[in-house]
């Protein structure tokens, strides 16, 4: 099964928990997809392979075949070409490689050439296969990457953690597609459960299954807890602000690793999850 764990906002445990699950499985998978900033290679410290290069197909004019006619300008929605005089003007670093330029040219002025975007690489740690994706800063978007990222995985043993970017927007979306079920990661603020909302939108839009992970939390007020409760969303943790806990992946360890009472707590999300996702 496929599980993908996501969250509104950085910095609230979401690769803590996808670290953590893995290493609870056995033998599975973990996957990173945060592409723009990926550190889950930093716990698993993997044996790499050699690396996959990702690359997206961007626009090349023939000036002399183009007429200046505009079509391909006024087609692009990500303004990535211009006309300036009578010379066509292309800005790689914005386009989104939809290819739709080339289709609208009617005098066969574009064509298409190939642009390193990221890379993907892959390796085991003990019995846990590791796929991480990394995002050359400036490109558009880190989508080709994960879908190369979730390509090459296919075959791996299951279980199969997608530890999925922050946020809601299009890499989130690619990440979760295929996914058995989404543990959302949150913590107990009235920002974290603003942002709960947006990733409970995003997989309650794909029809997702899902549950709660609550962070950090402390006594008094839980917002996010009442989000989950009014949503009636199930919680199937809730992981105490623990200093200890911090400090272990703060230097880079993974808590069900090093410490009995963590490996109990993430194996028996890792049953509950399972459980769920077979109903």
């Given at each position: ?181 989404c543990l959302l990661v949150a913590e107990p ?83 509950t999850v399972q459980r769920e996702a077979a109903?």
């Open positions: 099964m496929k599980i993908a764990v996501l969250s509104g906002k950085g910095g609230t445990g979401k690769t803590m928990v996808s670290v953590n699950l893995s290493a609870v499985a056995g033998r599975g998978t973990y996957i990173d997809c945060d592409v723009e900033e990926p550190n889950g290679h930093l716990f698993f410290r993997p044996q790499w392979d050699k690396p996959w290069t990702v690359s997206t197909k961007v626009p090349v004019v023939d000036q002399e075949m183009c007429t200046g006619c505009k079509n391909c300008v006024e087609f692009c929605n990500f303004n990535a070409l211009a006309l300036a005089g009578n010379k066509l003007v292309i800005f790689e670093d914005i386009c989104h490689s939809c290819g739709g330029c080339v289709l609208v040219c009617p005098h066969r002025a574009l064509s298409e050439k190939d642009r390193a975007i990221g890379t993907v690489n892959s390796g085991n740690s003990g019995d846990i296969a590791i796929y991480s994706g990394e995002l050359t800063p400036g490109q558009p978007s880190g989508v080709p990457i994960i879908q190369k990222l979730i390509q090459l995985s296919c075959s791996s043993p299951s279980p199969v953690v997608i530890d999925c970017p922050p946020g809601s927007a299009c890499t989130v979306m690619e990440s979760i597609a295929d996914a058995d079920y603020t009235v920002f974290g459960a603003h942002n709960l909302e947006l990733v409970h939108q995003l997989v309650t839009l794909f029809d997702k299954p899902h549950g709660a992970v609550l962070n950090k939390c402390t006594a008094g007020a839980n917002p996010s807890e009442d989000y989950c409760r009014a949503q009636d969303i199930p919680v199937l943790v809730s992981i105490p602000f623990d200093p200890a806990l911090g400090k272990l992946t703060s230097d880079g360890l993974i808590a069900a690793n090093e410490d009995s009472n963590w490996q109990t707590i993430f194996a028996s999300l890792l049953e109903k």
